[in-house]
């Protein structure tokens, strides 16, 4: 996955802003959600693809080592997943003639992360520092050598699954039945596809699939996500927003998404795929309904800043979101300072160190967890310049947090890992 370092460009927004007229568009995923989409909002183009050709993502940037799941196909059962994935628990990939199934109903599951596309389901176990989680980098050889296998359940279909390697922008796997004691191995070279995100690869046919349009804004897909607040990693659908893009949800008031133009209300936030997500629609009753007062405004490093907001959902029968969207002009936007945000170091044990480059009188720094819960806070009294504050993060559990820095009405959100 691309790095997408955003640091974090204020905005002052002069009051005549002179935003482009608003363009009603839709996304059709078709009948139950066949189909994934990736759009464009500059030009309206979409791209889309059969929801179930591909079942595992690899990141293309040569400074990422992330893979991500299919969480779109078809489920076995209300509930669970078409596609589980557990870490082998026998043993390390020294081991692969000799991989079982047993008690893989009780083994602990692997998700994608809800939030972020850097977090996907074969790096949920890392520790830490060179630890990707399905494999270390070693710092002599720059190679990322895998170190376990792991049982990836389609449907009836049980297959063992080595990630043996990243080398150079290349991934090499091996893969088989379960019954089968050895299988060749298949390189996946990502580095050919820098221009997109991921490259997706199919286990059933073996193929690699070219799928994603390139620079696009916004995926609508199936994911993994909390459901109602309470139910992780469970199959939602929605519209994943790309890294490129700070979003801001602004609730504008019942019947005002159409004449809300101030993009300055609300906090921006990075590294939030689910900004947009499945919250924009609702089952009323027994039919779907869509927010009438949200607002999402989507801001990237360069200041162009989107503003989308739906109008209807119609679900399993066409899959089908439409929207207004509308560029707000930028000859309305003056650079009024820079914040850097750093976070060091990370991972994090017991203490950690926030630095920004202040230019308000006062800041606020909160820690998320995955949930959005807040789990430490500072309120500071600043000066202009460089402002740095430790956190105690000892009593937090180990795990991903995301580290907010308030100023002025603006927020820039980064990743923490406590181990």
């Not at 998700?111 to 520092?129: H, I, P, R, V």
């Not at 630890?131 to 002599?140: E, M, Q, V």
């Given at each position: ?271 939030k795929k689910n900004a947009i997500g499945q919250g924009y ?139």
């Amino acid at each position: 996955m691309k790095k997408f370092t955003f640091c974090a460009l204020l905005l002052t927004i002069s009051t005549g802003l002179n935003a482009q007229t608003a363009v009603q568009d839709s996304i059709i995923m078709g009948a139950s959600y066949a189909n994934e989409v990736y759009y464009i909002l500059e030009n309206g183009t979409k791209s889309e693809h059969v929801a179930t050709d591909w079942h595992l993502g690899f990141a293309t940037d040569a400074f990422s080592a992330t893979i991500i799941t299919n969480a779109g196909l078809p489920s076995p059962g209300m509930g669970a997943p078409g596609m589980s994935i557990a870490i082998w628990p026998g043993g390390t990939n020294a081991d692969f003639a000799t991989v079982d199934t047993a008690g893989f109903s009780t083994w602990p599951k692997l998700f994608d992360d809800s939030l972020s596309f850097e977090l996907g389901a074969f790096n949920q176990n890392s520790t830490g520092g060179m630890d990707y989680g399905w494999g270390a980098y070693n710092l002599s050889t720059h190679v990322i050598a895998g170190d376990s296998v792991y049982i990836v359940k389609i449907g009836n279909v049980a297959y063992k699954l080595d990630i043996v390697k990243r080398q150079s922008g290349t991934y090499t796997i091996r893969y088989a039945n379960v019954a089968d004691a050895t299988a060749p191995e298949v390189t996946i070279p990502a580095s050919n596809y820098a221009t997109k995100d991921f490259v997706f690869f199919n286990l059933i046919d073996g193929q690699i699939k070219d799928r994603e349009l390139e620079d696009w804004d916004l995926w609508a897909v199936k994911y993994y996500d909390w459901y109602n607040g309470a139910y992780p990693n469970q199959v939602v659908t929605g519209i994943l927003t790309h890294p490129k893009w700070e979003v801001a949800v602004v609730d504008a008031g019942t019947g005002n998404q159409s004449t809300h133009l101030d993009f300055t209300a609300g906090a921006y936030t990075t590294d939030k795929k689910n900004a947009i997500g499945q919250g924009y629609k609702f089952l009323n009753g027994m039919s779907w309904a869509v927010t009438d007062s949200d607002v999402y405004y989507l801001r990237n490093a360069a200041g162009d800043v989107w503003k989308w907001y739906p109008t209807s959902f119609v679900g399993t029968s066409q899959g089908k979101t439409v929207f207004y969207k509308q560029k707000m002009a930028t000859a309305g936007l003056e650079t009024a300072t820079t914040q850097f945000v750093d976070i060091y170091p990370n991972p994090a044990n017991d203490q950690l160190t926030v630095v920004f480059d202040s230019k308000a009188s006062n800041a606020e720094i909160i820690v998320r967890n995955q949930t959005g819960q807040i789990v430490a806070a500072e309120s500071l009294n600043t000066t202009t310049g460089v402002t740095q504050q430790k956190l105690d993060i000892s009593a937090l559990t180990n795990g991903l947090y995301f580290v907010e820095v308030n100023q002025n009405g603006f927020s820039t959100v980064k990743n923490v890992v406590k181990y």
